[in-house]
């Protein structure tokens, strides 16, 4: 794997993408982001060498360079899951890829469901924890401790100084800011009613099919993170409705000012 990181980061250099300070991945819904940027070069993922190439409709599957909040940023526009048929190496490819070309820190996104029945859909969710229920973990390969520690410590997987800059970026906007534990599964198939109230009983406050693995990652690489989770339905098991995949991308596309708002305003803060 490292050969494959290091043509990819010297094809990214040769393009101008060079020594971004700060990482950011979009989720579901979440494209607006660039439009605020002063975008210098942008990549196609299928150009890029090792590059997976986003499957799903709504991610648009490219990778911009940039300032914002004045900033040089690399964005992915569009992330990868397991329910596309990628394994968690792949998924978390562009997160070493990122580091090696220079950032110091690493900021998400993602749709998610909520179980925390005081929390609405519309609303936001900064993550202080997560229950990684993928099935596994994208350290477990042969030679990971040639890229860092075997057995990564997940006492604080989100940077603390990270999250409370996010807070004071939140309350500076008069954005509400829950907080709270974030699940992953894998999908693509929604929870069942007992599956909801199991997540409920485990602690999470919301639930979705992305963002662990590359925290587990930007742990191992010692590369700060934090990520915000944009609900975009109630996953209450007595009170469950069929899901309506254009209301969770119009919720998700309404909220997303609010992401950009806090995500500027932290940068220019780092």
């Known amino acids: 794997m490292k050969e494959q990181i290091e043509e990819a980061v010297e094809y990214l250099t040769e393009k101008g993408f060079d020594a971004p300070e700060i990482g950011i991945i979009l989720g579901t819904g979440m494209g607006k982001l660039v439009t605020h940027m002063e975008i210098q070069e942008s990549l196609s993922y299928n150009h890029i060498p090792h590059f997976p190439a986003s499957r799903v409709e709504f991610h648009k599957g490219k990778l911009h360079y940039g300032r914002l909040g004045g900033k040089t940023v690399i964005v992915m526009q569009g992330r990868f899951h397991l329910y596309e048929g990628y394994d968690l190496l792949q998924i978390t490819f562009p997160v070493r890829v990122m580091h090696a070309l220079g950032i110091k820190h690493l900021l998400i996104s993602n749709a998610a469901g909520a179980i925390n029945k005081q929390f609405k859909k519309g609303e936001l ?12 973990s994208p350290l477990a390969f042969k030679g990971v401790e040639s890229f860092g520690e075997r057995f990564v410590d997940m006492i604080a997987p989100y940077d603390k100084l990270l999250n409370k800059t996010l807070r004071q970026a939140a309350e ?64 209450d098991p007595e009170n469950l409705s069929p899901i309506n995949i254009p209301e969770i991308m119009m919720l998700a596309e309404k909220a997303e000012p609010s992401i950009i708002k806090i995500f500027t305003l932290t940068i220019k803060s780092l």
């Open 172 to 235: 500076k906007h008069n954005i509400l800011l829950n907080e709270g534990v974030y699940a992953s599964v894998v999908g693509p198939h929604l929870e069942t009613r007992a599956e909801y109230r199991y997540l409920g009983i485990i602690g999470a406050d919301a639930v979705g099919m992305s963002t662990v693995p590359e925290v587990i990652v930007a742990n191992h690489l010692d590369l700060p993170c934090a990520a915000i989770s944009i609900l975009t339905d109630e996953c």
């Open 125 to 136: 969710m900064l993550l202080t924890d997560h229950i990684n229920l993928q099935g596994g």
